[in-house]
């Protein structure tokens, strides 16, 4: 079968309760589910039990953790790339169980995302609060580079961004106790690099005031914590100034399975920060790949110490589900930090990372939500997504979020300078479908259904379309940059659409499966099957490439204006 060619304008949608005009899709009891124990060969039952937490605390697409504790609450930020709005915001008091507050890019005006793909954009904020006022600075990768955005409040609104004149990434605050601050960031070593993935740590003082730096730069890390091993991708760096030590800790090694946490420390907040011979303090690249149900590429730490005085680390780490096969994108860990001789080890060598440990002393124990269990009905504005830019171009919501509108649009997934009509979720789980009944009458070409989106070469739809003069539902994908942007389709069968269609578009690790029922046959327990094999691998991180997790949820387009 042929490929079915896509292309239209951007417009605004109007829908006041009337059934979904020819352009517009109507998308109801929208319902994503995960459930990890739906596949006995694939058993993983973590049981809550008291006095335990399970990981991650925030299961899929929540990568470059960063916190900070204010009074009794801990806040925390991850990377949200070229997606919409970016950088969540969370909040909890016992540092397992996190509610999402907010967005600090919540506004169209305050970074750009025009023309990037899926993995530029946001990378790895980093929180902080200093006298009253909170912080995030950042990277906006090919879009102006480094910023600090500031709020009285961590859930908003954030301030629109102060661009910081230099270059590189993961850029962090650090107040010490006399007041000064110091940002320090990842960019390339004087005198250029040596060899592939060298890189560098840098620090320069802060005016909070004025959020402007001030002062000489200065190298502080040249390469990682052995030089002499060629040591790839230092960055994400944090400070702490605890007892008579500066701690420097950056992630080293690459974000993917050889990632780890190194350790340096000083006397001076300048240096010479000097490693621990015992590095890393967090890795999983020594286990053996073949181990059962593993935790991988962990690193991108950060510390945070509680009322009690205990230490812990909240850090990123993915659970594939084959070889290097993840499709959920990296996830936020919590470990406890023990300190030996004076240095912080977030995990013994060797050792594999737990999915239940001991909750932190004194923050109570209120029931964790189950990382392995999902039940997500309906829109909520602050958690679902868009590719580039803000969805209300194209989406309207009523019902209290039951009914989601898309007007399909002629900018379709795969052109980096496109605002596709796609909002979607995070994909928890190895083990995840979203259902929802679409009304669509389309024209020739014209498409509307459930997408999963890795990147712009990466994604595959279920719906409804029309070919050759034929409604159909079919099963359409992209798997690389080599397939035509708008995709192959694998399967398609003739479809009765005048009621809408029930479609289920759902993952098994890595088989995929797409499902129907016209409305009117009022069977949606009895689905038929368009797919119940298909590749799945195609939406991992190793194949797909990029930073970001799969995100699953209703798409329209439209090859008319």
């Known amino acids: ?188 070593p004087i005198g250029g690099s040596t060899y592939d993935g060298h890189r560098a740590i840098w620090m320069q003082e802060f005016d909070p005031k004025t959020l402007t730096i001030a002062g000489e730069k200065k190298q502080i890390v040249n390469g990682g914590a052995d030089f002499s091993q060629k040591p790839i991708w230092i960055e994400g760096p944090h400070i702490y100034h605890i007892n008579d030590w500066y701690y420097l800790m950056p992630a080293e090694g690459g974000t993917a399975e050889g990632h780890s946490q190194v350790v340096f420390r000083s006397k001076n907040v300048w240096g010479p920060y000097e490693p621990w011979e015992k590095n890393p303090i967090l890795t999983q690249r020594d286990l053996p790949r073949d181990r059962a149900n593993p935790i991988t590429s962990a690193g991108h730490a950060d510390l945070i110490q509680t009322p009690a005085g205990e230490w812990y680390a909240i850090f990123l780490a993915v659970r594939p589900y084959g070889d290097d096969l993840y499709n959920t994108g990296r996830e936020t860990f919590l470990l406890p930090v023990k300190w030996v001789d004076g240095w912080p080890v977030i995990l013994d060598r060797g050792k594999p990372i737990p999915y239940s440990e001991k909750r932190p002393k004194g923050l109570g124990d209120a029931p964790q939500a189950n990382p392995y269990h999902h039940n997500v009905r309906g829109y909520d504005p602050m958690k679902w997504l868009s590719i580039r830019g803000a969805s209300d171009g194209f989406l309207t919501v009523s019902d209290g979020g039951k009914v989601m509108t898309v007007k399909a649009l002629s900018q379709p997934i795969g052109d980096v300078n496109a605002k596709p009509a796609f909002v979607g979720l995070r994909q928890p789980s190895n083990f995840t479908a979203m259902d929802t009944k679409v009304e669509f009458s389309p024209n020739e070409g014209d498409r509307a259904g ?53 479609v289920t578009l759902g993952v098994r690790r890595e088989k995929l499966y797409c499902m129907y029922n016209p409305a009117a046959d009022h069977m949606t327990t009895d689905m038929k099957r368009l797919a119940w094999d298909a590749d799945a691998t195609v939406l991992s991180t190793r194949k797909a490439g990029g930073f970001v997790g799969t995100l699953i949820g209703p798409y329209a387009y439209s090859q008319k204006p």
């Open 450 to 502: 459930l997408m999963m989106v890795q990147s712009d070469d990466a994604w595959v739809f279920c719906g409804v379309t029309k070919r050759n003069g034929v409604s159909e539902i079919a099963l359409i994908q992209r798997a690389s940059k080599d397939d035509p942007r708008d995709g192959v389709v694998l399967n398609a069968q003739t479809v009765d659409a005048k009621d809408g269609v029930h």
């Open 1 to 188: 079968m042929r490929p079915i060619v896509a292309l239209t304008a951007l417009a605004t949608v109007l829908f006041a309760g009337q059934a979904a005009a020819q352009t517009e899709a109507r998308f109801t009891d929208t319902w994503l589910r995960a459930d990890h124990m739906v596949d006995q060969n694939y058993p993983i039952d973590v049981p809550e039990k008291p006095g335990y937490y399970r990981n991650p605390i925030l299961p899929g697409y929540s990568p470059d953790p960063s916190i900070d504790r204010v009074g009794d609450a801990y806040y925390m930020v991850n990377s949200t790339f070229a997606h919409f709005p970016g950088i969540p915001v969370w909040k909890s008091t016992d540092l397992v169980n996190w509610t999402q507050i907010g967005n600090a890019i919540d506004r169209p005006g305050q970074l750009d995302f025009s023309g990037l793909g899926v993995s530029r954009g946001v990378f790895a904020p980093a929180i902080s609060h200093h006298d009253g006022t909170f912080y995030i600075v950042n990277t906006c990768v090919d879009c102006k580079g480094q910023f600090v955005i500031t709020a009285k409040d961590p859930a908003g609104p954030w301030s629109d961004p102060t661009w910081l004149p230099f270059g590189g990434i993961d850029p962090s605050l650090f107040f010490d106790k006399d007041g000064r601050a110091y940002i320090t960031w990842n960019d390339g």
